[in-house]
């Protein structure tokens, strides 16, 4: 059975920084790539970052030059860095993984920015 385990999440003020993580397990097929969505309330989820297992990096404009995402293919783990953190980024962000046949989902994390 193919698990996400997130963590990381919580509440944070304006400012401040938060480190996702999220380990993959039980595929016995290779990650291809690894990212993080997010929603917040009455919007559609949209990409905040992605990384192939190569190291190219894919981020949505509004967190640029914030966020780092970065993996460990060793452990397939996904780590998503969030600084200079603004009340905007406050949502639920959703691991996901692309496998060569499908694409898994965490259950997400809610972080929450406090201006």
């Known amino acids: 059975q193919v698990q996400l385990v997130e963590s990381g999440g919580g509440l944070v003020q304006a400012g401040g920084s938060l480190r996702l993580s999220c380990a993959a397990s039980?595929?016995?097929?290779?990650?291809?790539?690894m990212g993080w969505y997010r929603q917040a309330p009455g919007k559609e989820r949209e990409l905040v970052a992605a990384?192939?297992?190569?190291?190219?990096?894919n981020y949505a404009d509004s967190v640029k030059g914030r966020f780092t995402i970065s993996r460990d293919n060793a452990k397939n783990t996904v780590y998503l860095l969030m600084n200079s953190l603004k009340p905007e980024d406050t949502a639920v962000y959703y691991c996901?993984?692309?496998?060569?046949?499908?694409?898994?989902w965490g259950r997400g994390t809610q972080d929450t920015v406090s201006s």
């Open positions: 996901n993984v692309r496998w060569p046949r499908n694409t898994s």
């Open positions: 039980g595929s016995p097929f290779s990650i291809n790539a």
């Open positions: 990384i192939t297992n190569s190291g190219t990096t």
